[in-house]
């Protein structure tokens, strides 16, 4: 097999810059990919803390006039990644979110910094380093997504491009006038390139122009075809329906892995849950619950945001304490939807507890230590809790939306029977049928039998990135075979 490179372009990527998934899949991809044969360099913004990390750091492209300011690309390697960071102190040295200022709002120049990094993309692309000229350009999501447009209206032979949408909820929106700071020419602003009901969208940049479309789960791709999931792409993405197809994510099952997570004080497997004990008692304490092994302790890990359908959870309070459970949240996101969480912890102490924040700890300790873990999304791309969960024995409760319906099977009477029920789904995502799961799911806890096999089940489903993988490869391939001018 000859081998394929691949210059992947991200605006954040775990460990070093993480809000969400996104970070997950561009940082976990690449090394799944080696194991196929796909060699990947990943683009990513010169942030503080990613400079900080770039270990053998090599300059390799410098800009005395880039996008305002002076830049350089630096090649080098991070936590195993092989990146190239694009240095340019004037859009990236801040520090934090990487796109809000500390006040939570969007930094004014969003859209010059990431069409920068979309920019430095296509120059790659176009053979900016004579050491590394890819086959394939794969953009994540809007940050990235100018990438396939810049190398369409450059009109020049390119390498293959991929697109991948993470989350359609996020266009990338900027007005008109920004055309010519970010070099795109005038002709790009018509419906058939980049404009978006008058104003440009980046991500529309890739959907319109890159060779391929991907998005992070069959079911998802489906939906975002239609005018209500499409968040007015759909009628492209019908267009472009056959360059379209749906990826499931993977979880990098090392991190996430039950039996030697360092971060739990419990390790544990399907063969010897035991350890699940000593982690619901230190979750409990940690979070001030009651220390009682028998209450389900339903876990929620989650941004706090209209998209996770987290105001039902609060609303279906009533129904999680009256079936004798407690809820252990973590997230931090909208301001009433922490406000409503903070009320009730006050209001059911014990009971209800919680962060309100973003800690990597805990979230290992949640998955590690609740009974169940609650993702009730209004739309949900494709979801990494409920992987992760499936891996530590928490049972996911999710609404049948996006990849949450493609990764968990619901513990119908057929199901449980058979032995392949790996969770509880419901549907149409509102209190009463969020309701009516939590209570099948407290009646499947007190049958102790009914639930281990469901949480035997849920650790025996593949939730790595062999199979993903081995779906982007091909993608690759096919695009690494052919010749786009
Ligand atoms: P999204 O990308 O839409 O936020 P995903 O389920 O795809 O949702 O990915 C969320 C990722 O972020 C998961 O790895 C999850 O564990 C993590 N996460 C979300 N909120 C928090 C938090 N408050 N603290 C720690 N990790 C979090």
Redesign the pocket.
Known sequence: MTSVRVLSVASEI?PTI???????VAGALPGALAAEGIEVRTLVPGYPDVLRALEAAEEVVRSELFFGGSARLLAGRSSGLDLFVLDAPHLFARTGNPYLTPDGVDWPDNGLRFAALSHMAAEIALGAIASFAPDVVHAHDWQAALAPAYLHYRGRPRPGTVMTV??LAFPGLFPHDLLSAIDLPPESFVIQGVEYYGRISFLKGGLQFADRLTT?SPTYAREIQTDEGGMGFGGLLRERADRLSGIL?G?DVAVWDPATDPRIPGNFSAGDLAGRAANKAALQRRLGLEVVPDALLLGV???LSS??GLDLLLETIPTVLGQGMQLAV???GDRDLQDGYRAAMQAHPGLVGG?I????D??HLI?AGADALA?PSRF???????L?ALRYGAVPIVSRVGGLEDTVVDADDAALVGGSATGFKFAPVTTEALAGALRRAAAAFRSKFDWRRIQLAGMATDVSWRRPAAHYAALYRELAGMRYT
């Open positions: 775990y993480k809000t969400g998934g996104l970070a997950d993470h989350n992070v994510n979880i890990i989650s941004r998209q996770k973590l997230g931090s962060w924040g973003y800690d990597e805990l979230a998955q993702v949900e791309p494709c979801g990494l809790t409920q992760c």
